[in-house]
């Protein structure tokens, strides 16, 4: 226990930082967040809402991202009532770095063009076949914020909750980077045709966002990479995201079959080609911090000092002198 104390655990750390409790309250946060607007659509009808068994249309993938909406809300009520969570705030907040108007280019940037690069390949392998479809850009802009509150609720549920919590009870910040990106992981394991390619593909990204987070201080670059991960894939070509099938896109998959870069039921996220993109992206990080001397964010640096022991009091070896 001693060992642990000394190498592993942290002197700032609290009870519910422990793995498996850190992991329970962040999927608990998941459900009560979805319940609260679930309860939202059932006393405000004109509230997006949507049904399993509901046809494809706008309407229903808009009620589908909409579902996270009121994570943010209860995530945020997590961090602030405890006095202890509350610089966790810091992770969000603008700071010049990965957290900037140059964070938010370089997730859109990544997101955008990674999937991108995968649609085109399959489409010039014979893959993926795409017809132009006819929609409302207003509806796309609405969509586009829907997306980003689902993306961004996943986001600040792992990469920020989370990781901050295991960060804050671990000593090595590998814990909480290979921790959340595994706790990413399980909550796709249900989606539709989830495959080993994409369970390894959703761990790969969810450590890419992690080593964002904390090498650049960069949760923005964490949500918008996400966010136009999720909407380049299901809303401008159509194709599955996550197991997802496309309902109201910019382009109309007329055609797939399964390639390097593209599996029909999972999309490009149940592919090699993905992982393989992935995987060189990560390494490409790690190289790039290494090279610069990038040192991870620490929030709880200035918590983590010894906790200094009374000193045990002098015991006297003979009587005091009197004097006269």
Known sequence: ???????????????????????????????????????????????????????????????MYMNFACIWPTVALAIAIPPANRRIFRDIMPNGRGNSLKGIALGLLLGFGLNTACIVISSLLGHVSLGLADVDPLRMLALFGAVFLQSGAEE?????FLFEKLR???Q???????????????????????????????????????LFVHYFDGLWIAIFFHTTWNYTQNIIFGCPNSGQPGMYSLFTLTDSHAGPFFDPIFGVEGSVGACTLLAVLAVGILVFVKVKGIQGKDLWADLDAPRLEEAPKPELTSKPKHFA
């Not at 979805?34 to 009808?45: K, R, Y």
């Not at 600040?156 to 920020?160: D, E, F, L």
């Not at 706790?183 to 495959?195: D, K, Q, T, V």
């Open 168 to 170: 804050r009870r671990y």
């Open 1 to 63: 226990m001693e060992w642990l104390r000394q190498h592993v655990l942290r002197n700032c750390r609290k009870f519910t930082d422990m793995i498996p409790i850190a992991m329970a309250l962040t999927f608990g946060l998941l459900l009560l967040g979805s319940l609260v607007w679930l309860l939202a659509t059932h006393f405000i009808p004109a509230l997006p809402s949507y049904a399993e068994d509901d046809p494809p249309s706008y309407e229903k993938i808009l009620g």
């Open 172 to 210: 090595s910040p590998w814990v909480a980077i290979i921790f959340n990106s595994l706790f990413f992981m399980a909550m796709h394991l249900f989606n539709p045709g989830i495959s080993a390619f994409a369970v390894t593909q959703i761990f790969l990204i969810g450590f890419i966002f992690s």
């Open 156 to 160: 600040i549920t792992s990469r920020q």
